[in-house]
Each structure stands twice: as structure tokens, then as C-alpha cells.
Nanobody
Framework: QVQLVESGGGSVQAGGSLRLSCVVS????????MGWFRQAPGKEREGVAH????????YTAGSVKGRFTISRDNAKNTVYLQMNSLRPEDTAMYYC?????????????????WGQGTQVTVSS
């Protein structure tokens, strides 16, 4: 089994920054890709970014490209999401997810393990 614990959420004003962290524990060798997703009230869960654990190859969704950066520290079993230039529309619950497949993209159904989420609120 794999456990994921997110942290770093909070309330910021528009234009501010936050860094989310996701610590992975358990059978970490089985994790080949990590992703960040978000879900606002009344909306579907949206993929934000993913990163391959082996080589760090990453992808960022167009809606946040240039503002959000995903990274990982394998020695700490931690994945980060650096969020800059935050906008009110970035307000959502942010989830970390892990997949046993290195080739998955950003469809929630492709991920095997999920954290509990961390709330990000951006005020105008």
C-alpha cells in the first residue's frame, strides 16, 4: 500500500504564492508517476501537473502553465507543487495522487492512490 499526505495549503491574496508538498510512504518503489489534481465546489476534478518519479519528466496543464511547477525529491519521497501568481479561480481542494504506471497522463482514473487533499483559497 501507498499513503499520501499533502500539506502547504492556505489562504492567500491574488498574485501570491504557495508551495504544496506531498509525502509518499509505504511501498514507494511501486510509484512510477505522481500527479497533482484540484477540485472546486461543483466542478469535476481537474489534472494540474504530473511528474515521472524515475527521471523527473513532467507535464503541466495549460490552465496553470507558466505559473505552477511540479518537482520531486526522491530522497525525501516528496513531490511539490510551486504555485505562483495565484488567481481566485485557482481556489480548490488540491489532491496529490500516485500511479503504478509511468505512462499515465492526467486522468484521475489512472491513479491508484490519493491523499486527503489540502485547501487553497485565493482572494481577490
Amino acid at each position: 500500500q501507498v499513503q499520501l499526505v499533502e500539506s502547504g495549503g492556505g489562504s492567500v491574496q491574488a498574485g501570491g504564492s504557495l508551495r504544496l508538498s506531498c509525502v509518499v510512504s509505504g511501498y514507494t518503489d511501486s510509484v512510477k508517476k505522481m500527479g497533482w489534481f484540484r477540485q472546486a465546489p461543483g466542478k469535476e476534478r481537474e489534472g494540474v501537473a504530473h511528474i515521472r518519479t524515475k527521471d523527473g519528466a513532467s507535464y503541466t496543464a495549460g490552465s496553470v502553465k507558466g505559473r505552477f511547477t511540479i518537482s520531486r525529491d526522491n530522497a525525501k519521497n516528496t513531490v511539490y507543487l510551486q504555485m505562483n501568481s495565484l488567481r481566485p479561480e485557482d481556489t480548490a481542494m488540491y489532491y496529490c495522487a500516485a500511479s503504478r504506471d509511468a505512462n499515465v497522463a492526467l486522468r484521475p482514473s489512472e491513479y491508484n492512490y490519493w491523499g486527503q487533499g489540502t485547501q487553497v483559497t485565493v482572494s481577490s
